[in-house]
């Protein structure tokens, strides 16, 4: 009894519990498979409908009050409201596309859509920066893999509803509906804050979850190719969910692994062994001693307007804690937030119209899935490479992760450039770049947001990051792509016999093609831009950024060793 509460109310365990969440939190990027019943339903044309798919990225991406919720508020309400919101969101969307409500105006349909996935910012702000601040020196390995999960969260949902309900895509959103609410609900207390403390196994247990996922990544990548040659009945896509299932249950076993081991550990212990050590996290007064220097108090001596709103902007150095005001007025930021509105939001362009790029291009509606899960898949291989990845460059070469960020982006240029020219047959190739680069996109930006402006704020300032992608996609999507979209289809209906107004459907390479290279240009550009940050920072990454995680763990053993002496003294004179 005792080994199985330690291991609910365990660090691996919260990880775990975390992992699951994300898992379920990727419903927007699966846009792509009900958008075509949106669009047939409600009668949009596409650009209205990139309308609603900028709203959704815009829900999913905007975040800040999820943050500054998450500042004064356990991390249990945070994954409550953002349960809530899901629900709601997606059964009216449900209830819209099924007739069971009356046909809703465009706003409203966006606000269901930006309802429900503004839940994705708080399951995000909820699980994924609770895990980070509570494993602080693998935050590059804990957001590969959270975000990983999410990634492939896209073909986990494509293999349980065709398990559940068949076929039918509007089902498709009732899943989404109600899954990741109930997941979020589950765990609401599983899922806070915890005191940091590394164990000198951590990266290896990190590697088994690792190992898991790439199983699951590799059986929903067969999975995928054998559903799209061979036809499959509703027994043989129950199957094919209740392993996708099992392997998603499967890293429990490492979590009760690694719990034996310190349950042994500790019944090894003297009993008069503190079991748990007090150990500071960022901000907190081990590292607020750290910070007070003479020159700090001499400021505070200071009268005046002028030296207080001078102080308030000043920041600090590279790693230390930012407060928010510091954070989003600095040039690093800046340059940060333009690279990712230009950059991010070309790779989530080509996600959102993937549906019709493929219609535009020839290809069957059945690769429509294919090539969604394709993203899925992908996107979660570049976030798990990303993360592992950029930590172990990191650490043995010091290579700044604004410098991968910035090869990344210029990788992505290659699936724009395969759908500008329609080559026969890429469009697979070009949605395994695409799904790539936009999930090694995410640990990257996460990660600089971290390092460079500390962790005291990091709820705020992650969703502020965030924010870009919804603004490059309103950009990039509905204003460039959507516009030229339209442009070209009403020109092939003039020119078509019988043809109806309102049927905006284009055929052709010509339908993205001017998009898709404007979104090459603009890629291009954002790579340059992300290098000047990568120069501004090098210094910082030159240096063992995690070292104040390390001093103040070392200090805090000193203290526990000292005091477990104190403690032995006393029972010796007894």
Not at 28 to 44: N, V
Not at 186 to 206: G, H, Q, Y
Not at 369 to 395: C, D, Q
Not at 505 to 510: H, L, N, R, S
Request: charged share 15%.
């Amino acid at each position: 009894m005792g080994l199985a509460l330690e291991t609910l109310r365990s660090r691996w365990f919260m990880a775990y519990a975390s992992f699951l969440v994300m898992s379920a939190a990727g419903a927007t990027y699966i846009f792509a498979i009900y958008s075509k019943d949106i669009k047939t339903t409600l009668g949009y044309d596409q650009q209205t409908l990139n309308t609603l798919g900028f709203f959704k990225d815009l829900g999913a991406n905007v975040g800040i009050h999820a943050g500054l919720i998450a500042e004064v508020t356990p991390t249990w309400a945070v994954l409550a409201i953002g349960s809530v919101m899901n629900f709601l969101g997606y059964f009216m969307i449900y209830l819209s596309l099924t007739g069971k409500v009356a046909r809703p105006h465009v706003w409203q349909m966006c606000l269901y859509i930006a309802i429900g996935a503004n839940s994705q910012a708080f399951a995000n702000t909820g699980a994924l920066v609770t895990c980070v601040k509570n494993f602080p020196e693998s935050r590059g390995v804990v957001l590969g893999l959270l975000k990983g999960f999410v990634g492939l969260s896209g073909a986990i949902f494509t293999q349980l509803y065709l398990a559940f309900y068949g076929t039918d895509s509007k089902a498709l959103v009732l899943l989404i509906a109600w899954l990741p609410a109930a997941i979020s609900v589950v765990f609401l207390r599983t899922i806070r804050l915890m005191k940091p403390a590394r164990s000198d196994n951590e990266m290896k247990t990190f590697c088994s979850i690792l190992y898991i996922s790439l199983a699951l990544a590799i059986y929903l990548m067969v999975a995928i190719i054998l559903q799209k040659r061979f036809s499959f009945n509703h027994v043989e896509y129950g199957v094919s969910a209740a392993v996708v299932l099992f392997l998603l249950f499967s890293p429990l076993a490492v979590v009760i692994r690694e719990e034996i081991k310190s349950y042994r550990k500790k019944s090894q212990l003297p009993q008069n062994n503190p079991q748990y050590p007090m150990v500071p996290i960022s901000g907190t007064d081990h590292n607020t001693a750290k910070l007070t220097t003479p020159d700090s108090s001499s400021i505070e001596t200071k009268s005046g307007l002028l030296p207080k709103i001078v102080k308030t902007f000043k920041a600090p150095k590279h790693g230390e804690d930012y407060t928010i005001l510091q954070a989003l007025v600095s040039i690093d930021m800046i340059i940060l937030f333009i690279s990712t509105v230009f950059g991010v939001g070309g790779t989530l362009t080509a996600i959102d119209n993937m549906g019709q790029i493929g219609e535009s291009l020839g290809y069957p509606q059945m690769s429509t899935a294919t090539l969604v899960s394709l993203i899925s898949i992908w996107n979660y291989a570049g976030r798990v490479a990303a993360g592992f990845g950029s930590e172990i460059l990191l650490s043995k070469y010091k290579l700044p992760r604004p410098t991968l960020f910035a090869v990344v982006l210029l990788f992505s240029c290659i699936g724009h450039l395969l759908i500008a020219y329609g080559v026969p047959g890429c469009l697979y190739i070009a949605s395994v770049v695409i799904g790539f680069c936009f999930g090694a996109a995410m640990p990257l930006i996460l990660g600089i947001i971290s390092e460079l402006f500390g962790l005291k704020y990091y709820s705020t300032l992650y969703n502020f990051g965030g924010m870009a992608s919804p603004v490059g996609s309103y950009i990039l999507n509905v204003r460039v792509a959507g516009r030229l979209y339209d442009r070209e289809a009403k020109r092939q209906n003039l020119n078509r016999v019988g043809s109806s107004a309102k049927a905006l459907t284009c055929i052709g390479v010509q339908c993205y093609k001017s998009s898709f290279l404007i979104i090459t240009a603009v890629t291009v550009a954002s790579a340059l831009v992300m290098l000047v940050l990568s120069w501004r920072t090098k210094e910082f990454y030159s240096g063992d950024i995690y070292a104040k995680f390390r001093d103040g763990l070392e200090s805090e053993k000193v203290d526990s060793a000292v005091e477990e002496k104190k403690l032995n003294e006393k029972s010796e004179i007894r």
